[in-house]
């Protein structure tokens, strides 16, 4: 057990539809990052949160949006779904965005499949 | 541009034998790579890792040793056990951005009886 913790697990969903994946980090971790994995891309950054702020960017598309709260939990919003979105959605933390060796422990995963 | 990728998709081998997992990257700024193992149904666990300075690190059952000049990365397990059966991901952290990782395609072992 990593200490990273999503909900939910699975999420099945239509075309068309948003859908919000919930991720919180392991304590004391500030931030927290967001991939996709799928079999055609294997996995892929997303999106990167230190202490509330964005701070790095990756194939993220439009009509995906995050962010952190206070309490440093995250959230991923997928809207518009597609069927090519389906995939499965991991969020990792690390204590640090500055640090060297800064471990990413990534979550158990949200499994989503649009119908 | 950024990619990692894996000589191989799968090895098999026989329980009890050492594995040798191999990783090519492409990037010869990153500063920092690591390995993860992904089990079926579950998120990638954390299992070395390696800064650029060096080009070797041991952990339990697990050695990393990073070729810089060829750039090359590869995971050595001995005496693999049968929970070692896993997809195996090298990732690697470039030195002049985000902590983002760039992971590699992955390398499904199987461990034989």
């Known amino acids: 057990d990593s200490g990273v913790t999503q909900t939910p697990k699975h999420l099945i969903t239509a075309t068309g539809q948003r859908v919000t994946l919930r991720c919180s980090p392991r304590s004391g971790d500030l931030s927290v990052y967001w991939y996709q994995q799928s079999l055609d891309q294997g996995l892929q950054f997303l999106i990167q949160y230190y202490n509330g702020e964005e701070r790095a960017k990756g194939n993220i598309l439009e009509r995906f949006s995050a962010q952190q709260f206070p309490d440093l939990h995250s959230e991923l919003n997928l809207s518009s779904l597609e069927l090519g979105d389906s995939a499965l959605y991991f969020c990792a933390s690390s204590v640090t965005h500055r640090g060297r060796e800064d471990t990413q422990y990534f979550g158990p995963g949200t499994r989503l499949t649009v119908l | 541009g950024e990619s990692v990728g894996l000589h191989l998709p799968t090895l098999s081998v026989q329980e009890g034998d050492n594995s040798i997992i191999n990783c090519a990257y492409s990037n010869s700024a990153s500063d920092y790579f690591i390995w993860y193992k992904q089990e079926s149904g579950k998120g990638p666990q954390f299992i070395i890792d390696i800064r650029s300075n060096m080009d070797k690190r041991q952990g339990q059952r697990v050695t990393v040793l990073l070729n810089k000049t060829v750039k090359h990365l590869s995971l050595q397990i001995a005496a693999t056990q049968p929970g070692d059966s896993a997809v195996y991901f090298c990732?690697?952290?470039?030195?002049?951005?985000?902590?983002?990782?760039?992971f590699g395609q992955g390398t499904r072992l199987t461990i034989n009886p």
């Open positions: 990732a690697e952290r470039g030195i002049q951005g985000a902590q983002k990782l760039v």
